[in-house]
């Protein structure tokens, strides 16, 4: 789960992060107020999107202006104009794809003299299944970037749980970073509060960028991205109450509200699977037989007929699916509940594309029955090889 900058920004100054003073504008009406009560003499006017790139990106619609996301101001009346700009638009960046996404938020921000920009990021290493620490000189640019064209500039180590965070990592990071005098000292204080609230809000990304020097020798946090592990929101209600839905796949939301673990992609075969392992081997052999899949659909083990049939709606709500591969084994999961949830998708919702359907394992021959008793155009398969084969013939022809 990710939130917005100003959110970020708003917990992290709770943990003694120095952030600058903002305010968030839902309403283009609110703007010149928002910006009123911040000091002057320069105001950054940042649209918020779960989408990095913003300042380099652009927007679809004319009127919005040539500025980008983050754009800066030198009166009230010039921030709220271009907070009024930009709300309601569609900003495209490099990762929000070419349908962009709309800007429904700006945050108005005072503005803040920089004398250098750094980078630094706690994430979860997979490989070491520790907390990670990232900074580097080059901040202000994207890490990708960074990591590809000078590597050298990135100071990347794991912490030791046993021991978690102590002040030499602080100044290990300080002197990668160049800092000197007490700026080493602010360092290791605001990685240990940093550390502290990616521990204790089961974060799975922290990332600054850029953290900045400012000519009095004092570090501020300019921007903010935090990432949560969705499975760990239960455990912390004040950061499920940042969840903004509009920011989210209508599909993905649907699908989370009923448990499924489902991931949109661009291709045109859309599957339903039980099982993280066998959805990837599903969307592999698609791709084997030349064509891309529609999504990533898990229903899970202990899926029942009406999870079956929200995933099978979730599906056929995608405009680019031009046919369905459900491919089912069945061994904690029931094959006839699945073949009872698809009969009741179709029924509901209609069938306007190929389907192909594999079932294997528990009560596999009386899921077939209920397929091939319920009058639909449904293409039975022997095995994945098979249903993959099939599935793409029917949708290329």
Request: net charge negative; aromatic share 6%.
């Amino acid at each position: 789960m990710n939130i917005h900058e100003y959110q970020a920004k708003a917990l992290l100054r709770e943990y003694g992060a120095p952030v600058s003073e903002g305010r968030a504008v839902l309403k283009a009406e609110d703007a010149k107020t928002a910006a009123g009560e911040l000091d002057g003499p320069l105001w950054v006017v940042k649209a918020q999107i779960h989408a990095g790139g913003r300042g380099k990106g652009s927007f679809k619609e004319a009127e919005a202006g040539e500025k980008g996301g983050v754009r800066l101001a030198k009166s009230v009346e010039e921030a709220a104009e271009e907070a009024k700009k930009m709300l309601g638009k569609t900003l495209v960046t490099h990762q929000t794809g070419p349908a962009g996404k709309q800007v429904n938020r700006i945050y108005i921000e005072a503005g803040s003299d920089i004398d250098r920009e750094l980078y630094l990021a706690f994430l979860v290493d997979r490989q070491s299944s520790r907390v990670s620490i990232v900074a580097s000189t080059e901040g202000g640019m994207d890490i990708e970037e960074v990591a590809a064209s000078t590597p050298e500039k990135i100071l990347s180590f794991d912490i030791d749980p046993a021991t978690g965070y102590m002040p030499y990592h602080g100044r290990r990071v300080a002197f990668s970073l160049g800092l000197t005098g007490g700026q080493v000292k602010q360092c290791v204080a605001l990685l240990a509060n940093l550390y502290r609230a990616f521990i204790e809000k089961d974060m799975e990304m922290l990332e600054i960028n850029p953290l900045i020097v400012m000519p009095d020798g004092n570090l501020k946090l300019l921007d903010a991205k935090l990432g949560f592990d969705g499975n760990a929101v239960y455990r912390h209600p004040d950061v499920a109450n940042l969840r903004d839905e509009t920011e989210e796949d209508p599909k993905e939301l649907a699908a989370s509200k009923y448990d499924l673990n489902y991931i949109a992609l661009d291709g045109e075969i859309g599957c339903m699977v039980n099982g993280a392992g066998l959805a990837m081997a599903t969307m592999d052999i698609i791709k084997l037989y030349g064509a891309e899949p529609a999504n990533f659909l898990d229903v899970g083990g202990g899926a029942t007929k009406e999870k079956v049939t929200e995933a099978f709606k979730i599906i056929t709500s995608d405009p680019n699916v031009k046919g369905i591969l459900v491919n089912i084994f069945g061994g904690i999961m029931r094959c006839d509940v699945i073949a009872e949830g698809v009969v009741a998708a179709v029924k509901e919702v209609g069938l306007q594309v190929p389907l192909v359907v594999r079932l294997e394992g528990t009560n596999v021959e009386a899921g077939k029955e209920i397929i091939n008793t319920s009058g639909l155009n449904v293409i039975a398969a022997d095995n994945l090889s098979d249903g993959a084969e099939k599935i793409v013939k029917a949708v290329k022809g």
